[in-house]
Structure formats: C-alpha cells, structure tokens
C-alpha cells in the first residue's frame, strides 16, 4: 500500500516570529526553517506503518520554495522512499495545497494520505480536511493511535482521536486522510548513514503547471501584529494581601 505524506517548510518552533515592521507578515530573513512538527510525526507514523509491513511505499511531498528539498531529504532520512517538490514561490494558501494534493494523489493513487492535522505556521488546521472533501474520501482528524488492516482484510484504517471528553475510536474505510495529533508518536532522529543514503534517493520537482491547478489566492491578509506584551507580575507577602489585591485592584473576586 503506497502512503502520500505532504510536509511543510515553516519558521522552526524554537524561534521566536519577528513581525514585520508594516505589518504584512512574519520575516522570515535568516532564520532557521524545519519540518513541521506535526508532519514529523505523520512520516514516523508512516515509516512504522512500513516497518510493520502495511505500508509499501512512502511519498513525500512538499509545495514550496526551493529550500523545501531540505524539508524532503529529512524525511528521506527519517525513512521515506521518493519526494515530489511541487516548486512555487508564493505560499499557498489550504486550499490550494488540498487541490494540488489531489492533483498528486491521482497521479500517484495512494490508500492513504497522512498529514499533520496543522501548520504551525499559519495554524489552519484546513488542508487534510479540505483534501477529504476534494477527493470524497473518508477522514480521520487528530490521530493519537493509527491502526491499518492489509488491504486484503478489507482496508480499514483504525483510529483513536482525541476529543474533549476522552478518546473516540473510529474506523474509516481506505482510501481515506489521516492527519496526525501530538501524542501519537516520538518522530526518531535520522542518523548519520540514513542522512547520507536520502541522498541518493529519487526527489522529482515539479511546477503547478505540470499538475495543472488553479492556485489564485481567495483570502487576503490584512495584518499581522505582535501578540500584546504581558505587563509585568507582582509578588505579594502573604494570602490575605493576595486577596485584598484580587478585591480591590483586579476586582476578579
Ligand atoms: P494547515 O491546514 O495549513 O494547518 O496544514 C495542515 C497540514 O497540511 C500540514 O501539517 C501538512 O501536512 C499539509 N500542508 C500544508 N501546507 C503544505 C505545503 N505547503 N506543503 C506540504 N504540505 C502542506
């Protein structure tokens, strides 16, 4: 069974945004860019999905700058088989990403497309959703355990979601979009051979005009704007002055 896993080059989460000084978004000038996380974790579930015999193949791809091949040989690394570098230099916006997926999902016929359930760029939590709608296959948001049955047991795919009130369980017919939670697995460190040996592996790069979709932006961003400052705390001597201070100066109580 062949696994579509789409990863995306963001601003690394140890860094820290700066905003633009007109406010028309983040710049990202010089600073260190990684997988997102949350697709780090959809490749390690994947590679184990191989290393427990369900998965066949896996294909990673990345829309993006030029820089995204670095995003792709990681996950070379970590054990995918082949990238596809779907190259532009706007960032496009979920549903774009989605139609470009299905475009790649057609031509490549998967049974099933794993992806991190966000960005933490732009934290839309949009693109696995709108990919289910598109392609009219079944989804499974917000995996915390991923269980698939070989396609000769029916081609099920198990999952555990997490939701407010506990854990909810579901099964899902293949072809279907998993996008993948934080606890469901630790993503591994590709070691120093498994680095050298994704150099080697197949990475094709195409352009949107190869895969012939739309990618005209629908929204705009108006602004961006630092978080407010938070105004420095206060320590009190004891309960009571604690009290009188959530009374008579927070008036919270
Ligand atoms: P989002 O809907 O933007 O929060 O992104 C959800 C998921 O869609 C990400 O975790 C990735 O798996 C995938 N994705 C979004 N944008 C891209 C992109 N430019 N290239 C590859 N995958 C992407």
């Given at each position: 069974?062949?696994?579509?896993v789409p ?17 028309t978004?983040v710049?990202?000038?010089g600073?260190?860019?990684s ?10 579930e994947?590679?184990?999905l191989?290393?427990?015999?369900v ?30 570098l ?40 949009a ?5 289910a709608g ?9 995996a ?11 081609g ?5 979601r997490?939701?407010?009130?506990g854990?909810?369980?579901?099964a899902?017919a ?9 606890r ?9 051979p498994n680095?050298?040996k994704?150099?080697k592996?197949p990475?094709?790069?195409l352009?949107l005009g190869?895969?012939?979709?739309d ?7 108006l602004?961006?704007s ?9 320590t ?5 002055e ?5 009374r008579?100066e927070?008036?919270?109580i």
């Amino acid at each position: 069974m062949k696994l579509l896993v789409p990863v995306k080059r963001v601003l690394d989460y140890n860094v820290k945004p700066r905003v633009r000084a007109d406010g028309t978004g983040v710049d990202l000038a010089g600073s260190k860019m990684s997988m997102n996380p949350f697709d780090e974790i959809a490749v390690e579930e994947a590679v184990r999905l191989r290393e427990r015999g369900v998965a066949t193949e896996i294909v990673v791809v990345s829309i993006g700058v030029q820089q995204c091949q670095e995003t792709l040989r990681t996950a070379l690394a970590m054990g995918a088989d082949r990238a596809i570098l779907v190259l532009t230099e706007a960032a496009p916006e979920p549903l774009a990403v989605a139609k470009l997926l299905r475009a790649l999902v057609l031509r490549e016929g998967p049974r099933l497309v794993v992806l991190g359930k966000q960005a933490i760029d732009d934290d839309m939590n949009a693109t696995g959703q709108m990919l289910a709608g598109l392609l009219g296959w079944a989804q499974a948001t917000f995996a915390s355990r991923v269980e698939v049955a070989a396609e000769a047991d029916g081609g099920t795919a198990t999952v555990t979601r997490e939701v407010d009130g506990g854990l909810e369980t579901i099964a899902v017919a293949l072809p279907a979009i998993v996008t993948v939670d934080l606890r469901l697995n630790e993503p591994r460190y590709a070691s120093l051979p498994n680095i050298m040996k994704a150099r080697k592996k197949p990475m094709e790069t195409l352009s949107l005009g190869d895969l012939g979709v739309d990618v005209t932006p629908r929204l705009t961003t108006l602004r961006v704007s630092e978080p407010p400052v938070r105004k420095g705390g206060v320590t009190v001597g004891s309960v009571a002055e604690l009290v009188s201070k959530l009374r008579s100066e927070a008036r919270v109580i």
